[in-house]
């Protein structure tokens, strides 16, 4: 019978190949193989006979990666010799099988596969399945429809990636597919040699996908992946924040060639009073410069109050004092939804308002945030603890920043962050039905 292996880590992979193929000999063989990948990409070394053949071979032609495959080959298709053991590639080099088993309906793919131009090389079954692969992802095949012909022909297909530009249609795409995938949180993978490539990363990940199945959950982060519905709902909110940056920039472009040039810039200078009062002092050429940042900071403006008034028409009705209407969509679209979370701690993380920790032998210390949540979540936060402590002085979290006096600035500032941590923890049980406003301190009535 054959013998697979295979090793994704930070090991040289050929000894550990080596020596689970050792591992599996007594199952019974006639040739062996290896396939590592290096920085010169995908190389094989196969030998006919004992494993003692292969590695004289490898002394001879030494391969060096962290990834890597090995297989020992009972004959059921071809001769067993060298050119028949596995690894077996494709056409290109780039796609390397092993397997174990009978491929019963191999002929006629192998002749299909051979009419498309496809050259084979061995006897074996295994081959078609290198070619098959192939011929599925050229001519510009979509990843994601080589990946459906797999599934179909009965492979299982896990896979991950990372949460960025790329958003979530690919895990839809995949999950539709019948793959089962998970995003999971950006993360450092250069590791101490702090070397990044795609094909470094690629095999990290890998590596921490393997992992994660086998029931490590510490092996990364995972992303709660939104509904289409729910991803609509935020984009629009995230559109708004966009827009006011977009005025602000134009505002802030136009002050600079007001003040390069010698004249005051006042505090939103664009708007229609104060433009039209300040036009007539410039000269000409001056004046055709600014008007464009003008006309474009007043549109981002107009655009801007019309969304704004669209998110504001969406919260409830009856919110408590201070926690404004605008604040609490923002909050609810970028969360989803407030049922996700189990506990108080899951909501706080979060947030990434938590401190960092640096403790030994029993000493040690708080640090800054760790900042690991939603940024516009933490900021909804944040701003939103400065106006309770005018508009609710009597809740609990604020009470140390009403009076001004009994503070430092900057013990100020912490005991903001550690009342937005807790101020997240109220606003979720307040979602989910858990209490009241009055329960907490808020003194009006709150219909979620």
Not at 388 to 393: I, N
Request: with cysteine; proline share 5%; charged share 25%.
């Amino acid at each position: 019978m054959c013998g697979i292996i295979g090793y994704a880590g930070t090991r040289d992979v050929v000894p550990v190949l080596i020596g689970g193929l050792k591992k599996l000999e007594y199952r019974g063989y006639d040739s062996a193989g290896i396939a590592v990948i290096g920085n010169d990409g995908v190389q094989v070394v196969r030998a006919e006979g004992k494993l003692s053949n292969l590695e004289t071979k490898l002394d001879e032609t030494p391969l060096h990666g962290t990834f890597g495959m090995g297989h020992t080959r009972w004959a059921t298709h071809g001769k067993p010799n060298e050119n028949n053991a596995h690894p077996h590639r494709d056409c290109s080099g780039k796609i390397v099988v092993i397997h174990n088993g009978i491929i019963e309906n191999f002929l006629p793919l192998k002749q299909r596969l051979q009419k498309a131009g496809h050259e084979f090389k061995t006897e074996t079954d295994t081959e078609v399945v290198a070619h098959l692969i192939e011929e599925n992802m050229k001519d510009g095949t979509k990843f994601v429809d080589a990946v459906r012909k797999m599934i179909e022909a009965g492979a299982v297909v896990y896979s991950c990636y990372e949460a960025g530009v790329m958003g979530y249609t690919l895990h839809r795409e995949l999950s539709a597919c019948g793959v089962k995938n998970v995003v999971v949180a950006p993360q450092k993978l250069c590791g101490p040699k702090h070397q990044k490539t795609d094909a470094l990363d690629a095999r990290a990940l890998v590596d921490r996908l393997d992992r994660w199945l086998r029931g490590n959950r510490d092996a990364f982060s995972t992303v709660r992946v939104p509904t289409p519905e729910e991803e609509q709902a935020r984009a629009q909110a995230r559109l708004r924040d966009h827009l006011g940056r977009m005025r602000r920039m134009a505002e802030a472009r136009g002050r600079c060639l007001l003040i390069a040039h010698g004249f005051t810039a006042e505090k939103y200078w664009w708007r229609k009073a104060k433009w039209e009062a300040l036009k007539p002092t410039l000269p000409p050429w001056l004046q055709l410069l600014v008007t464009e940042w003008q006309e474009t900071a007043l549109d981002f403006d107009r655009r801007e109050r019309a969304l704004r008034a669209q998110l504001e028409a969406a919260a409830p009705k009856e919110l408590p004092r201070g926690i404004g209407a605008l604040t609490w969509v923002v909050l609810a679209r970028e969360i989803c939804d407030w049922a996700r979370f189990h506990n108080r701690r899951q909501v706080a993380s979060y947030t990434g308002l938590c401190p960092g920790i640096h403790t030994s032998d029993g000493r040690g210390r708080e640090g800054s945030i760790n900042r690991c949540g939603n940024r516009a979540v933490r900021t909804a936060l944040v701003e939103l603890v400065w106006r309770l402590a005018r508009w609710q002085p009597d809740y609990k979290p604020v009470r140390a920043l009403v009076d001004k006096t009994t503070l430092s600035p900057r013990r100020r500032r912490k005991h903001a962050v550690a009342a937005a941590r807790r101020l997240a923890i109220d606003l979720w049980r307040l979602a989910t039905h858990q209490t009241t406003p009055e329960k907490i301190g808020l003194n009006a009535p709150f219909v979620p």
